[in-house]
């Protein structure tokens, strides 16, 4: 760790760097993340009647981009460690005129899935707005956020706003 900056992957010198987890013990890891697509009404209407667009069912569709997302963090995070993730849970629901993400990613590992589950969040949000672009490019993503993790050295850390995220 840079000890001057304080952040984590970045070297002495500032240079980006992998972390080195090579001392650290395995401990379960849990990280709980969302992210919020403001469809709006017309969409939103044609969501809660058919579930889906042309292009199938929105959601589902979601739901399975943010599970091969999760899985894929290591490949797309340039100082992310790829791990081996033992569960993605991803759900999707209309609330409104907006279709919330949520995941939940777990593994037994030695570095957090905090990555993981936010990458998962946000692939679900940007298929989302790929399913329903046709109908309207004034789609909105956002926020997108962690809302837990447990886990390691830092502990367990919970967001105290979990209200359904302004919007």
């Avoid at 943010?66 to 991803?90: F, N, Q, W, Y």
Wanted: aromatic fraction near 2%; glycine fraction near 12%.
């Amino acid at each position: 760790m840079d000890k001057q900056s304080g952040f984590s992957h970045l070297g002495d010198a500032g240079e980006a760097r992998m972390v080195d987890v090579s001392g650290k013990s395995a401990s379960s890891r849990v990280a709980a993340a969302e992210a919020w697509v403001n469809v709006g009404p017309e969409i939103a209407k044609k969501l809660r009647e058919t579930g889906g667009v042309a292009k199938g069912n929105v959601i589902e569709t979601a739901r399975l981009a943010a599970v091969m997302a999760a899985k894929r963090t290591g490949e797309l995070i340039p100082m992310c460690h790829p791990l081996t993730l033992d569960s993605v849970d991803v759900t999707g629901e209309l609330a409104g005129d907006r279709v919330r993400i949520q995941v939940s990613v777990s593994c037994e590992g030695k570095t957090g899935v905090e990555m993981e589950a936010m990458t998962a969040a946000s692939v679900g949000a940007l298929t989302v707005y790929d399913m329903v672009k046709s109908m309207g490019k004034g789609v909105e993503i956002g926020p997108v956020r962690l809302l837990s993790k447990s886990g390691g050295k830092s502990g367990t850390w919970q967001r105290e706003d979990k209200h359904d995220a302004a919007g």
